[in-house]
């Protein structure tokens, strides 16, 4: 585990460290910059953030985020310290599933490293802050609908997300798409075999509650 709780030895004073995250996200678009834009809100918070493993495969981005984990304490880009918790942001797909996905899942869970599913894609994360969303959704139809709705700057060509203009003036946005991600979740015990479904809120809870609690 990360130097918890033990200071940092800073000019004018010190304070204690706070939780380490390492973020490895499937997408190079749309996932980074919101959570860049996270951090950057959050900015006290040390969340690192890597585009990792080959684009639109879990189980290679899952084996990428469980060697920067191991190497961590011996890197000097890492501090030389450990990470709190290691999360991996994975797309299922929709109309047809990751055909690694469930090897995916097992290696994660196996090497502690935590996995924030979409159903089918990271995109309805991003319209729950904005909408409900209850039916079936495929990713291309889902990214489509985003890209229709103004507040958040995306377009399917770029898959490009805005952040500023996303977060809105106050973190309301936030709230509700928490609410209607749990909300999802309770229609159905399949777990991230239903659709629409999403976890990410769990992952930004936490980040949120690391900023809160530093």
């Not at 959570?35 to 189980?59: A, M, N, W, Y």
């Not at 994660?108 to 990271?122: D, E, M, Q, Y």
Request: proline share 4%.
């Amino acid at each position: 585990m990360g130097r918890r709780g033990k200071p940092l030895r800073r000019a004018g004073g010190s304070r204690s460290e706070h939780r380490r995250f390492l973020v490895y996200c499937e997408g190079e678009c749309t996932e980074d910059q919101y959570f860049k834009g996270l951090r950057q809100e959050l900015r006290s918070l040390p969340v690192t953030i890597c585009i990792g493993g080959d684009h639109g495969e879990p189980k290679s981005l899952v084996r990428s985020a469980i060697k920067h984990k191991e190497r961590a304490a011996e890197s000097a880009a890492d501090r030389h310290t450990p990470y709190d918790e290691v999360w991996c942001v994975v797309d299922v797909e929709a109309p047809r599933q990751h055909p690694s996905l469930d090897e995916a899942i097992a290696l994660a869970r196996k090497a502690g490293v935590r996995i924030a599913l979409s159903n089918p894609c990271f995109e309805l994360w991003i319209l729950l802050h904005l909408k409900e969303v209850s039916a079936y959704q495929t990713s291309a139809a889902l990214q489509s609908a985003l890209e229709r709705e103004a507040g958040c700057g995306y377009t399917v060509q770029r898959k490009h997300l805005d952040y500023i203009e996303f977060r809105g003036p106050d973190s309301g946005r936030h709230d509700l798409a928490r609410e209607r991600a749990q909300k999802l979740r309770s229609r159905s015990d399949a777990g991230h075999r239903a659709n629409p479904w999403t976890n990410v809120d769990e992952l930004v809870d936490l980040l949120r509650a690391a900023r809160i609690s530093g």
